[in-house]
Structures are given as structure tokens and as C-alpha cells.
């Protein structure tokens, strides 16, 4: 088992930055792969960044050029730097965990809101 916690959300006005933490505990020795989600209501999920098992990392097009995603593996955890926030990108931020090559199993943090303002 993994979990995972997100922080870092908040409500900020547009071109503010914030950064969202994803911390795992338990079995994080079966995680491969590590990535954000975000969901605003009536919408699906998007994956916003990530990182894929052979540690490659992907950036939606929607958030390229303004959102970093980073990785502390001493510390199981998972960063993501937005700089330049802007209305559209109010969503609840989930992480997501993905164990084993390829994943067979995946775990979910409880989301962390960003509320940006205009």
C-alpha cells in the first residue's frame, strides 16, 4: 500500500505562483511512475505532469512553459512549480502513484485545491 498526500493549495490571484508537494509513505519502493492530475467539476480528469517508469518526464501543452514538475527520491517526494497562474487552471491537484513495471497497481492522494482569481 501507498499513500499520498498532497499540500500546497490555496487561493491566489492570476499570475501568482504556488507549489503543490505530493509526499508517499508505505510501499514506495514498488512506485514507478508519479504524475498530476487536476479536475475541475462537470470535467474530466487531466493529467497535467509527470513521470513516466523510466523516469521520463511529460508536460501537458495546456501548462508547458509555466509549470515545473520535480522529484525528491530520498524524500518519496513529488513537486510541481506553477508560475504564472491563471483562472483556468482552478482545479482540484491530485497525485497519483503508479506500482510496479508496468503499474499494476495505482494510488491517489485526497487532492489539494487551487483557487486562482482573476
Known amino acids: 500500500q501507498v499513500q499520498l498526500v498532497e499540500s500546497g493549495g490555496g487561493l491566489v490571484q492570476a499570475g501568482d505562483s504556488l507549489r503543490l508537494s505530493c509526499a508517499a509513505s508505505g510501499d514506495t519502493m514498488c512506485i514507478s511512475t508519479m504524475v498530476w492530475y487536476r479536475q475541475t467539476p462537470g470535467k474530466e480528469r487531466e493529467l497535467v505532469a509527470g513521470f513516466s517508469t523510466a523516469n521520463r518526464i511529460y508536460v501537458a501543452d495546456s501548462v508547458k512553459g509555466r509549470f515545473t514538475i520535480a522529484r525528491d527520491v530520498a524524500k518519496n517526494t513529488m513537486y510541481l512549480q506553477m508560475n504564472s497562474l491563471k483562472p483556468e487552471d482552478t482545479a482540484v491537484y491530485y497525485c497519483?502513484?503508479?506500482?510496479?513495471?508496468?503499474?499494476?497497481?495505482?494510488?491517489w492522494g485526497q487532492g489539494t485545491l487551487v483557487n486562482v482569481s482573476e
Open positions: 497519483n502513484a503508479g506500482c510496479g513495471v508496468p503499474p499494476q497497481y495505482e494510488y
